[in-house]
């Protein structure tokens, strides 16, 4: 298991294999898809409009998920060989809130995605984000859905695509120190691309501190290098060691909060390490139940610091 995945745990291979991606990562060479994703598209809030909807009409949303399942999980996204268990597990969802047109749409994008844990049956959360409800985009029946990074064919395809070259990158972040650079690089291509485009939302740093863009901002910043650290602390040497060691795995899982308190040091409050605390913390609420006091007085004062939202759900550390 993780054939392809721990190839990222060799110091000298990470930079060959990172070399490797960035030249060939467009070269369309085939080997296995790498998602195994679930689509689904909801569109209960427009049959409670006043709209009619005929049965042709139900008929276009099922063409649209299963267009978007084509796209997704049959599509070559990188170059690397990947078997069927080492897929990477997500979800993705449209919500759909408004039509105004046989082609025109307006929803939210919801994205989930999950990791196994290392000799476990344990899958833990990723990446977990559901954007704000303007979401507007063309999705035509007659035609599939289309993508390259320098061309813009849709806001559909496009926003799909950058959300899945995000995925990939925190989870090859996860098994390796800045294993998903290239990725991240992708995403930023996709972004650019659309942004220039200048229709749609969400492309742009000047819309709000919640617009895609920053994602890939983000990850791409090198003032907030010790985000890539925090998802290899966190989850290669935290929980993929914790039938090993779980004291020295909860070491590693507060360095990796670390990271994050230096990113948050840099500036207060970005997206993803947001995002990160709010998948992590019923999960870090869990973990360190049964540690000492001291590293649950540990946990909670930087979670206190980096993501007050969520720290209540740490309230039985705060007496420590």
Do not use: C
């Given at each position: 298991m993780y054939r392809i995945l721990f190839v990222y745990l060799h110091g000298e291979m990470i930079k060959r294999v990172i070399a490797i991606l960035l030249v060939v990562i467009n070269l369309g060479v085939l080997h296995a898809q790498e998602f195994r994703c679930a689509v689904s598209v909801n569109y209960q809030k427009l049959m409670s409009t006043t709209q009619s909807y005929e049965s042709s009409d139900k008929k276009v949303f099922e063409n649209m998920k299963q267009a978007l399942e084509d796209f997704i999980n049959s599509r070559q996204w990188t170059t690397l060989e990947m078997e069927q268990n080492e897929r990477l597990d997500c979800s993705l969802s449209i919500i759909l809130s408004e039509r105004t047109s046989a082609t025109d749409f307006k929803g939210q994008i919801s994205i989930q995605?999950?990791?196994?844990?290392?000799?476990?049956?344990?899958?833990?959360?990723?990446?977990?984000?559901i954007?704000?409800?303007d979401f507007i985009f063309v999705y035509n029946d007659s035609q599939p859905l289309d993508y390259d990074p320098n061309t813009f064919f849709g806001n559909l395809s496009s926003a799909v695509a950058y959300y899945l070259y995000i995925m990939l990158g925190?989870?090859?972040?996860?098994?390796?120190?800045?294993?998903?650079?290239?990725?991240?690089?992708?995403?930023?291509?996709?972004?650019?691309?659309?942004?220039?485009v200048g229709t749609y939302k969400g492309w742009n740093n000047h819309e709000s501190a919640k617009a895609r863009y920053w994602f890939m901002e983000n990850h791409t910043n090198s003032a907030y290098s010790s985000l890539h650290t925090a998802y290899y602390l966190y989850h290669r040497m935290g929980l993929d060691m914790m039938t090993k060691d779980q004291p020295k795995a909860r070491q590693s899982i507060i360095a990796a909060l670390q990271a994050l308190?230096?990113?948050?040091?840099?500036?207060?409050?970005?997206?993803?390490?947001?995002?990160?605390?709010?998948?992590?913390?019923?999960?870090l609420?869990?973990?360190?139940?049964?540690?000492?006091?001291?590293?649950?007085k540990q946990v909670y004062d930087i979670v206190k610091e980096i993501s007050p939202n969520n720290v209540s759900k740490l309230k039985d550390f705060a007496t420590k």
């Open positions: 995605l999950r990791r196994p844990v290392y000799n476990s049956n344990y899958t833990t959360g990723l990446f977990n984000y954007e704000s409800n925190v989870y090859f972040d996860s098994f390796g120190p800045n294993g998903g650079e290239p990725f991240f690089e992708q995403a930023r291509t996709i972004s650019q691309t659309a942004d220039q308190q230096q990113v948050h040091k840099t500036r207060p409050n970005i997206l993803s390490v947001q995002q990160f605390m709010d998948v992590k913390i019923t999960e609420a869990s973990i360190f139940t049964p540690a000492p006091a001291d590293e649950q």
